[in-house]
């Protein structure tokens, strides 16, 4: 797969993942899989752009909570995405929290059974240049 690909492919598990969790769990709506699309698309966008400037901005609060205060940015980019998308609701912060936790899970899921060479990849990448760095002292 070249980049564009995985992309679409995640985009494609993540609407499929939260048109299925929006009819699981509670205080989440959607009204149709195209709607779902569009909250994937949306929220790649938003992951892409806004959430590293909150991580950068928050920097000092995800320190202090020894990494927790994550969730809290991956909820409040989940509440940013039903604001953006029409036919996306969600009901309140905990919602949110509680749909971006289990998003997250399941996508992983798919997308490590979908690409396992990507950790293979990054393994005998660390491998090489561990070498490389050994040879050369």
């Known amino acids: 797969f070249d980049v564009m690909q995985k992309w679409f492919f995640k ?36 992951d892409a752009i806004v ?12 320190i202090l909570t020894l990494g927790l205060f994550l969730f809290v ?21 905990w919602y949110a929290l509680l749909l971006s936790a289990v998003l997250s899970f399941f996508n992983s899921l798919v997308h490590k059974k979908a690409f396992p060479e990507d950790k293979q990849n990054v393994n005998q990448q660390q491998y090489k240049k561990s070498t ?5 002292l």
């Open 11 to 46: 985009v494609l598990v993540c609407s499929v993942n939260v048109f299925v969790l929006a009819y699981i769990l509670p205080g989440i709506a959607i009204v149709d899989f195209f709607t779902a699309i569009i909250v994937a698309v949306v929220l790649s966008l938003l």
């Open 51 to 62: 959430k590293p400037l909150l991580i950068i901005l928050t920097l000092p609060a995800t």
């Open 132 to 136: 490389v760095y050994v040879r050369t």
């Open 73 to 93: 940015i991956n909820a409040a980019i989940i509440l940013l995405d039903a604001y953006f998308v029409h036919g996306f609701k969600v009901d309140s912060f």
